[in-house]
């Protein structure tokens, strides 16, 4: 790490906007949805009503809807914050699983633009090496956007959370719904991080491959990224009848979920006395197996060979 | 003094062709040197190798260092064009002053924005809106604000019109020669830095054809159009070179006594653009020129 390494950073964006723009606008798309359904929605009529039994029989609702709903004003708080354990998590996953997308297209261009459009040429008469620029890429990346993700997610739950309080508060669906507790909110925070730390180094050998091909292919890079993992296991089944690969690769993309151990009951709420307390929701990631798991540390090491070879083909590649 | 360039044995091969075939190099400080070549000849790859860009074998130091090892250290000294068209598209001319300022720690920001400020260009513009000619200045902007002990030009005025190019140089030679650098060009334009020069290196099919300073070509090298009836004669001291112009003919001598031709017609030294035709197109050369290196 270096003193020019904020500017390489600040660089990607400037050559990336996609990176900035596309999370800020999914985000934005995300919260005008939720405002539109919210409004749309019941329980909007803005009748302050006394939150007792009587109040949800004037709602006109059958006994089955009215049972339910008296559950949920009875339940106690604590297992009312699983509703915000549950909508801050699935903010998280709506936006960390879009900015992938993004990443993923970052990635396999980054180093493959500068090669087309002979700018590397330019990069190269500045004195930066090859791993600083191959490391900015890597950081923006991994550490940058997620970050970044990260900071969205709080920004878009606290934004999500007063739309609701401002068009249900005092309602009897509003007196459903638990009050804004900022433990639970932090508390999210630190398991979306710790969902992130994991994710990125479970997930880095994919970010060292595009990478790689990004600086090695001499075009097409997207089909050289997707080709493989498809051709080689079908070749696979065709020459050999197995399916190593594809198993092997199969575990590489679901291998994460499963050693989180995502303990299921947690996330069941159909039923009001079996809504999980808060604790449950966000207990229920076993982020400890994912740093214990020797594959993950395995994954960081392949990750590490590619970026290394990546450097190598940037310093050494000889565009003629 | 130490060169600024020292190569021995350079030698670069891209499967069987070999496209250096073990050139030596000897530049000094504060030279101007051109160096002239036909396409395919091993400019760019010669260029390369200096700038670490690329694998050779044999020696090659460049301010003492080696390319292949020490490029990063190298580079802080050293600064190329490559070609007018290398700044991406998508750069602002802020974000580029940003950016060298941000990198380079021999890079002077007020001296490019100086240079800039006496262009059309303007700050806000990303280099995908400016002309070529624009592009070129800007380029030149940058590289011209970092003190850097040797310039690398390859081609730098490809595809511009004759205005922008004349403009480069002037540029070039206000700016940058008045400092103890070093600067070796290449470009297919011989007559357009011919007076810019202070050396000229010659390379054909991988060697060095000519490397001279351009004060010895005229004690070397004699261009004379025989007068009438003494054509033979002129012949018979050996021309390396001769071609016909207006029905007359041009004969080129490597190393001859002027008062020796003088006798026999008009002389006059070759410019480098005629020594180039011909030393690289021997089209009726009774005798091969004489090289310096092999």
Known sequence: MNTMFPMLVRREFWEHKSLLIAPLVWMGLIVFLFTWAVIQGPGGDHVKVIVDAQSVDQMGLNDHDREQMQNAIKLPEERKQSIFAFSFLAIYGLISVFATVVVFFYLIDCLYTERKDRSILFWKSLPISDADVVLSKLMVAVVVVPIGVILLTALTQLLLFIIVWLRLHGSVIGSVLPDWSFIAWLRSQAVALGVMVGGVLWYAPIAGYLLLLSAWAKNKVFLWTVLPPIAVPVLEKVFFGSEHVLKFLGQRFSGYIELMKLAPNAFEAGNNHDMPTVSDVYNAFHLSNVFMSTETWLGVAAAAAMIYATIRIRRYRDES | ?294
């Open chain 2, 1 to 294: 003094m130490t060169a600024i360039i020292e190569a021995r044995g350079l030698t670069k091969r891209y499967g069987d062709t070999p496209v250096l075939r073990g050139i030596n190099l000897d530049i000094q400080p504060g030279r101007i040197v051109g160096l002239i070549g036909p396409n395919g000849a091993g400019k760019t790859t010669a260029i390369k190798a200096i700038l670490g860009l690329t694998s050779f074998d044999g020696e090659l130091k460049v301010l003492g260092k080696d390319p292949r090892t020490e490029r990063n250290e190298l580079m802080k000294e050293v600064c190329f064009i490559a070609d007018v068209a290398v700044l991406p598209r998508w750069l602002k001319v802020s974000q580029a002053l940003d950016f060298v300022a941000g990198v380079h720690p021999r890079f002077d920001r007020k001296r490019a924005e100086e240079f800039i400020a006496r262009t059309d260009i303007r700050l806000d513009r990303r280099v995908r809106q400016l002309s070529k000619g624009m592009v070129t200045q800007l380029h030149l902007a940058l590289i011209l604000a970092i003190d850097a002990r040797l310039l690398v030009l390859d081609e730098p005025t490809l595809g511009l019109d004759l205005l922008f190019r004349r403009s480069f140089y002037d540029n070039l030679l206000n700016d940058y020669v008045d400092k103890e650098r070093t600067i070796l060009v290449t470009t297919h334009q011989v007559e357009e830095i011919e007076n810019l020069l202070t050396d000229v290196i010659f390379i054909q099919h991988g060697n060095i054809a000519l490397d001279a300073p351009m004060e010895t070509l005229g004690e070397r090298f004699v261009q004379l159009i025989p007068g009438v009836g003494k054509v033979d004669a002129a012949r018979a001291l050996k021309p390396f070179y001769e071609r016909e112009v207006f029905g007359r003919v041009a004969m080129l001598y490597d190393g001859r006594k002027l008062e020796e031709l003088a006798a026999l017609g008009e002389t006059r030294t070759p410019s480098v653009a005629d020594l180039f035709v011909a030393m690289m197109q021997p089209v009726s050369a009774p005798a091969a020129p004489q090289k310096e290196a092999a």
